[in-house]
T-cell receptor, first 112, second 115 residues
Framework: DQQVKQNSPSLSVQEGRISILNCDYT??????FLWYKKYPAEGPTFLIS?????DKNEDGRFTVFLNKSAKHLSLHIVPSQPGDSAVYFC???????????FGAGTILRVKS | DAGVIQSPRHEVTEMGQEVTLRCKPI?????LFWYRQTMMRGLELLIY????????DSGMPEDRFSAKMPNASFSTLKIQPSEPRDSAVYFC?????????????FGPGTRLTVT
């Protein structure tokens, strides 16, 4: 059973515009959420995180929004740049310990 | 600062052979994680250690897989005997709770091909 779902396999955006990546989760016990970016032949790189006690966290061009009632989070990238083209993974901390549960990923292509 | 170091970066082996993957976590991190990434199953956690002690190995596929962490700066993931279905990219990650979060930092991965 997929507890963290990224329903869009891919997204294409024009340079300078906003990229919005979405993630849904099913377990209401999740209390910490993260976004990772992955380039080919590299490991995932931590981007930004948010605790369940917040609804927004911002870091430069990246903002993560959390809607607990809808069990939904999103990553906004503004403005999008060609270097942002990568696979983006959503992850959630499991019910106990330090385990993270990852979504399947969304491929973002930013066209120049 | 050096990140998580994994070796080898690529491994090609024949079915039935033993394979050992190595990981050096970030200095000062006390949690270490082994993941496997495949097209079919995505990124799945195999096992993780806290303070060198295995905490959760429920993701280890079967007895052919074993992992050890003899000290805070080294871990191995061993597959014996290897099978073609073990072909995947294996990532090691480490983390610390000192900053209050749960961020994990990944190594570059080992691409394993079993023929």
């Amino acid at each position: 059973d997929q507890q963290v779902k990224q329903n869009s396999p891919s997204l294409s955006v024009q340079e300078g515009r906003i990229s919005i990546l979405n993630c849904d989760y099913t377990n209401s016990m999740f209390d910490y959420f993260l976004w990772y970016k992955k380039y080919p032949a590299e490991g995932p790189t931590f981007l930004i995180s948010i605790s369940s006690i917040k609804d927004k966290n911002e870091d430069g061009r990246f903002t993560v929004f959390l809607n607990k009632s809808a069990k939904h989070l999103s990553l906004h990238i503004v403005p999008s740049q060609p270097g942002d083209s990568a696979v983006y993974f959503c992850a959630a901390r499991g019910e106990y310990g330090n385990k993270l549960v990852f979504g399947a990923g969304t491929i973002l292509r930013v066209k120049s | 600062d050096a990140g998580v170091i994994q070796s080898p970066r690529h491994e090609v082996t024949e079915m039935g052979q033993e394979v050992t993957l190595r990981c050096k976590p970030i200095s000062g991190h006390n949690s270490l994680f082994w993941y496997r990434q495949t097209m079919m199953r995505g990124l799945e956690l195999l096992i993780y250690f806290n303070n060198n002690v295995p905490i959760d190995d429920s993701g280890m596929p079967e007895d052919r897989f074993s992992a050890k962490m003899p000290n805070a700066s080294f871990s191995t993931l061993k597959i014996q005997p290897s099978e073609p279905r073990d072909s995947a990219v294996y990532f090691c990650a480490s983390s610390t709770r000192l900053a209050g979060g749960f961020e994990q930092y990944f190594g570059p991965g080992t691409r394993l091909t079993v023929t």
